[in-house]
């Protein structure tokens, strides 16, 4: 089936910091790969996305490339604001009419002055 | 209008309550969803409307009963709960059209207590 793993968290950083955080993923054909962003007491916010292999999502000042030879979709930063803490999640989906989102379990950043 | 609302944002509830949770799009979208957060834990789909009709029933409890009215609306009626049952519920929608481009939009969540 499919499935996304997340490194676990919570990632601790200070404020101007570099971020990775991890992701990789097992599905069956091509699916659509996604970040999306959980602040405290929030629904979900889309962050970034790619569609296909190569394809590089990048949003105020994140990206992830999607790497089908390492089944990859990291989250970097090159410099995190303490605006930046929250819970990212790492999903798939398959292209099949709706989306059917598959998350990984989640990884909590925090950022510190 | 990109937003997906939810009301109401709490909910508290007791086992033998009946409530329903309300969710609304105005973006023409045709699939509308149910997940279920608990504290802590990834979303996890319960159910997906595509052109109001259920498309998907992630094996959820007959306690939990979606409708959708009409393309715009999509409740969520709740009887008997049990305290496990308390968590963050989530709408979103999205387009149908099987692209790569598809994307779902969230609402802001109902978090739900049962006791």
């Known amino acids: 089936g499919n499935s996304v793993t997340q490194m676990e968290g919570p990632v601790t950083l200070s404020e101007e910091a570099f971020l990775t955080i991890n992701c990789t993923y097992t599905?069956?054909?091509?699916?659509?790969l996604f970040w999306y962003v959980q602040y405290p007491g929030e629904g979900l916010q889309l962050l970034l996305k790619?569609?296909?292999?190569?394809d590089k999502g990048s949003n105020k000042g994140f990206e992830a490339t999607y790497r089908k030879e390492t089944t990859s979709f990291h989250l970097e930063k090159g410099s995190v604001q303490v605006s930046d803490s929250a819970v990212y999640f790492c999903?798939?989906?398959?292209?099949?009419?709706?989306?059917?989102?598959?998350f990984g379990t989640g990884t909590r950043l925090l950022v510190s002055p | 209008d990109t937003e997906v609302t939810q009301t109401p944002k709490h909910l508290v509830m007791g086992m033998t309550n009946k409530k329903s949770l309300k969710c609304e799009q105005h973006?023409?979208?045709?699939?509308m969803y149910w997940y279920k957060q608990k504290a802590k834990k990834p979303p996890e789909l319960m159910f997906v409307y595509s052109y109001e009709k259920l498309s998907i029933n992630e094996s959820v409890p007959s306690r939990f009963s979606p409708e959708c009215p009409n393309s715009s609306l999509l409740n969520l009626h709740l009887h008997a709960l049990q305290p496990e049952d308390s968590a963050l519920y989530l709408c979103a929608s999205s387009q149908v059209d099987g692209t790569p481009n598809t994307e779902a939009f969230f609402g802001q969540g109902t978090r739900l207590t049962v006791v």
């Open positions: 599905a069956t054909g091509y699916p659509s």
């Open positions: 790619a569609t296909k292999a190569d």
């Open positions: 999903a798939l989906s398959r292209n099949t009419g709706f989306q059917k989102l598959v």
């Open positions: 973006m023409g979208h045709r699939a």
